[in-house]
């Protein structure tokens, strides 16, 4: 039977290497694989040079050891590439390079019992960077039936170039509403038989895997300078399958240079999901001893599953000079006559004539866990002529809530478009806007 250990000397940092040889054939390889610790992947070390000590031999009538070691290193171009032996002879040592390292083919035994003794070291390096390092430990043919013997090995010395990791999941912010089951004209966030009800986690920018959220194809992410014009510093397409919408760019130190106002940028082509979640931009806080800036996620969802939903009630009235918008008796529930109050209904077969008045609520709902900043409220009224329009229609008083109006916004007495001022809606809240129109007036508007 064969065993291998491998453990650390109590006086040095060498690592010691046992192994019982079964057959003159027998071998023992180990590698040093050099991965950069956040994203597992190679990293191509520059100036690796390693030293290995007791290197030795004793053979007696073919039983013994005769200690080979063989290094080689997998660069860019190559999986077996040569290391370059360097000799020790001002050091006292005694083991040569014949294709690998060893004591000299005809050299008298020579057995090394001090650790790190410098008459069996041997001493390589690589000219070109390497990604791991494999030591293949065995003996000569001198040896019919091998027996126990050792060597120890250290590194020496590697340069490289550190890199900075940014990543993240560009993710369907839906909370748990599936594009089948999405509405983009449910304004209904309370009641127990909407899907829009009680979902936290809907529209709120967060990636949250326990809420049936999963990661979707399609989008690039740039790392830039978070200036105008940008730098682009590296773009990455975001994954599918098994790593669908994931992405992660790691970058060297020196590509990046001075420039530590750095931005990730997510975009995409095509009409699927449109309406983002989250900003276009995410500022990663970039520090140079900083290495690795996770989470960078970017929220997008169906247009079905948009925040807004904007819904339209009107009222016919005779035109009274104050007129309570707010009325419960005029915004009841599911209301099917537009005569009675407020109806999503249509005024067909209401009788409308020329000079009375449609009052308008226009109910804006936010689906979404963020508000809706820089909200304007638009409607244009008909007019003759424009889309079919067979009458003019103008703004008449009472004014519900003039504040909330723009100054650009049409007049009493006037045609054209009703238009509020920015205004900010909180998450999962409704609010109301009311104005009163007056049907088939004579003024110059309606020829």
């Not at 990604?131 to 040896?143: D, F, M």
Request: hydrophobic share 30%; aromatic share 10%.
């Amino acid at each position: 039977m064969s065993s291998t250990t491998v453990e650390g000397t109590s006086t040095n940092p060498a690592i010691r290497l046992f192994r019982t040889f079964s057959n003159p054939q027998g071998y023992t390889d180990v590698t040093l694989n050099f991965r950069n610790s956040v994203t597992d992947k190679p990293i191509y070390l520059n100036n690796v040079a390693l030293s290995l000590f007791d290197i030795d031999k004793n053979v007696n009538s073919g039983t013994g050891w005769d200690d080979y070691v063989v290094i080689t290193g997998a660069t860019k171009n190559s999986t077996s590439f040569s290391s370059t032996f360097h000799s020790l002879t001002d050091k006292g040592s005694k083991v040569t390079n014949l294709s690998g390292l060893r004591l000299a083919a005809n050299s008298t035994n020579f057995n090394c019992s001090t650790d790190l003794n410098t008459q069996c070291q041997g001493s390589i390096s690589f000219s070109e960077p390497v990604s791991s390092v494999t030591i293949r430990y065995y003996n000569t043919s001198n040896v019919t039936t091998p027996t126990a013997q050792r060597i120890e090995f250290r590194l020496d010395n590697y340069c490289f170039n550190p890199e900075y990791t940014f990543s993240g999941i560009v993710f369907d912010d839906n909370g748990g509403i599936p594009e089948a089951s999405a509405n983009k004209d449910n304004a209904d966030i309370t009641s127990s038989n909407s899907v829009y009800t009680n979902k936290p986690k809907f529209f709120n920018g967060i990636y949250d895997p326990t809420a049936s959220e999963t990661g979707i194809s399609g989008s690039t992410v740039e790392l830039t300078t978070c200036t105008t014009p940008s730098t682009v510093f590296a773009t990455k397409s975001v994954g599918s399958g098994t790593t669908i919408g994931q992405y992660q760019i790691s970058i060297s130190k020196t590509t990046l240079g001075s420039n530590t106002n750095l931005c990730l940028v997510e975009s995409r082509t095509g009409t699927s999901y449109p309406i983002r979640t989250s900003n276009e931009s995410r500022t990663v806080g970039f520090s140079t001893t900083t290495y690795n800036y996770p989470n960078n996620d970017f929220g997008r969802v169906v247009a079905a599953n948009r925040a807004l939903v904007l819904r339209k009630a009107q009222y016919v009235n005779d035109c009274p000079n104050t007129l309570d918008y707010t009325a419960d008796s005029l915004n009841t529930p599911d209301n099917p006559n537009p005569r009675s109050g407020f109806s999503e209904d249509g005024i067909n077969g209401s009788n409308l004539i020329p000079d009375q008045c449609i009052a308008y609520r226009i109910t804006a709902t936010n689906r979404a866990n963020l508000p809706i900043t820089d909200f304007v409220m638009q409607d244009t009224l008909q007019k003759k002529g424009i889309k079919g329009a067979l009458i003019t229609s103008v703004l008449i008083g009472p004014i519900h809530n003039a504040d909330d109006y723009a100054t650009d916004s049409i007049a009493i007495g006037e045609n054209g478009t009703v238009t509020t001022k920015k205004l900010s809606l909180d998450p999962r809240k409704s609010r109301n806007f009311y104005f009163n129109t007056k049907y088939g007036t004579t003024n110059g508007n309606n020829p």
